[in-house]
């Protein structure tokens, strides 16, 4: 069940870790708790939302030797 | 059967718009313990009914919910404590650099409160602070706060049967007409083994309402309040007494300006003090419990003891010399440039010696163990201020209705 912490301060959540203020995790349906509240399907939760970033080659341009 | 850890259990508050209109805590402090009970005061029914044994019955008295909570005094859960007993006139500051919140001796804020024990929490509502006790025990500052409250929701019990898919109970009201009051929206009850997540709270103070659910309990079945599951924000650690320094002068100013600096503080071995408000909580007609939690007259004292250095201090407490005291409790560095830190001050403007002994024990130095008694101080139109600056958002001392 995903649910987003509405509080204003970082909450360390058992078995999840810090939960930054606005951030949305998946949580247990057990899980009761009045600062997180349930977010409607479609929205992604931290764990998918931190994709890797792979590096990419910056784009130079050639330089023209001009003799 | 079941077996619960205490150090699993959790306070949580905060704080009300209303005192008669309870809200969900969301505020998790640390706790080091509890002793908040509702005391039916129930009595033998001592009336003439052909009997040689005392009695068959017992009947309610005037039912009390009170008692202390002690906690380490970091600053952040000190400003809920102090928001319980003292009159927030303001905060300043931002995130950055900390908030400077200002209290003055005046109407605490009523705070829902959440205790739990197990799976199963007891929600008190209404509750004030009438007595706040801070001292240091080990180095550490610790404030016991003795709250008195309107009311409490733990256990109740069903008043008909239930059976099959259900959308409501209703509780008996053996305890109180109003059994439900301290209940809210979202609260989840667990009655039947199974666990419900109400949608409505009836007027009527005894039917609770929620999502169609399939439940087999019979009459006098208990129903509890379901735990929440903690979740603290990052632990502060208390206020030292190592941290502190404490000024004694002729004035407020001078007092203060003396607790700015180790070379001018006053040495002090120990130091604790009491702030009293003294609540009226008489039951009136229509409550079963305290009508209403309001101040009557306030009051505060300070004990310290520090090393006997002439009878100075003995001549000021017989010829009751006015003293001033400053105590500043610094902290860790809340701003990242190390400029602003946690800091509590509190200032008595005006305090004389209740007492003062020098006594001599084998293998001791003299100390002055003294009792100041505070008073006001009509020059300044203040006996005690206080500032605590710490990183507690203003709005999460103020009262709320959403929860």
């Given at each position: 069940m995903k649910k987003i912490n509405t509080s204003n301060e970082t909450l360390i959540v058992p078995g999840v870790g810090p939960v930054e203020p606005g951030e949305v995790v998946e949580l247990p349906a057990s899980f009761h708790n009045a600062n997180f509240k349930e977010v409607p399907k479609g929205v992604i939760p931290r764990a998918a939302s931190r994709k890797k970033k792979t590096k990419s080659k910056p784009k130079t341009k050639a330089k023209k030797n001009h003799e | 059967m079941s077996n619960y850890l205490a150090d699993r259990s959790y306070l949580a508050v905060k704080p009300q718009t209303d005192p008669a209109i309870p809200v969900i805590p969301t505020k998790f402090i640390p706790l080091i313990s509890e002793s908040i009970r509702v005391n039916p005061n129930f009595t033998a029914?001592?009336?003439?009914?052909?009997?040689?044994?005392?009695?068959d019955e017992l009947l309610k008295g005037a039912r009390m919910v009170e008692g202390d909570l002690v906690i380490y005094a970091d600053p952040d859960a000190l400003a809920h404590i102090l928001n319980l007993v003292y009159n927030r006139t303001g905060t300043t500051g931002n995130a950055a650099d900390g908030y400077v919140h200002s209290f003055v001796p005046g109407e605490g804020k009523s705070y829902s409160l959440e205790i739990s024990r197990g799976n199963y929490a007891q929600r008190i509502w209404g509750a004030r602070g009438d007595n706040l006790k801070l001292d240091f025990q080990d180095n550490k500052m610790v404030a016991t706060i003795s709250i008195k409250a309107l009311g409490q929701f733990y256990t109740a019990s069903l008043a008909a049967n239930l059976s099959g898919s259900v959308t409501s109970l209703v509780f008996k009201?053996?305890?109180?007409?109003?059994?439900?009051?301290?209940?809210?929206?979202g609260d989840i009850l667990i009655v039947g083994g199974v666990e419900v997540t109400l949608t409505s709270v009836n007027v009527d103070g005894k039917t609770v309402g929620f999502g169609a659910t399939s439940i087999t309990a019979s009459i006098g079945d208990p129903v509890f309040l379901k735990a929440q599951t903690p979740a603290f924000g990052t632990a502060r650690e208390p206020l030292y007494l190592g941290n502190s320094l404490i000024g004694v002068a002729a004035t407020s100013s001078a007092a203060t300006t003396a607790a700015g600096a180790k070379a001018t503080a006053t040495p002090c071995y120990n130091f604790s003090t009491n702030l009293k408000n003294?609540?009226?909580d008489a039951p009136a007609s229509?409550?079963?419990?305290?009508?209403v939690l309001l101040n009557q007259v306030k009051e505060a004292d300070v004990e310290l003891s520090r090393f006997f250095e002439d009878p100075t201090q003995y001549q000021k407490w017989l010829e009751f010399v006015k003293q001033a005291i400053t105590l500043i409790a610094t902290g860790r560095f809340i701003k990242s440039d190390f400029t602003t830190s946690e800091k509590l001050t509190i200032k008595y403007h005006k305090t004389k010696l209740a007492t003062n002994e020098e006594p001599l024990d084998v293998g001791q130095y003299i100390f002055d163990k003294q009792k100041f008694e505070a008073l006001y101080d009509s020059g300044d139109a203040k006996a005690v201020e206080i500032e605590l600056i710490d990183r507690v958002y203003p709005d999460e001392l103020s009262p709320s209705e959403s929860s």
């Open positions: - | 029914d001592r009336r003439l009914k052909g009997l040689d044994w005392k009695s009201t053996d305890y109180d007409l109003r059994p439900s009051d301290g209940l809210k929206i003294n609540l009226l229509g409550s079963s419990g305290p009508a």
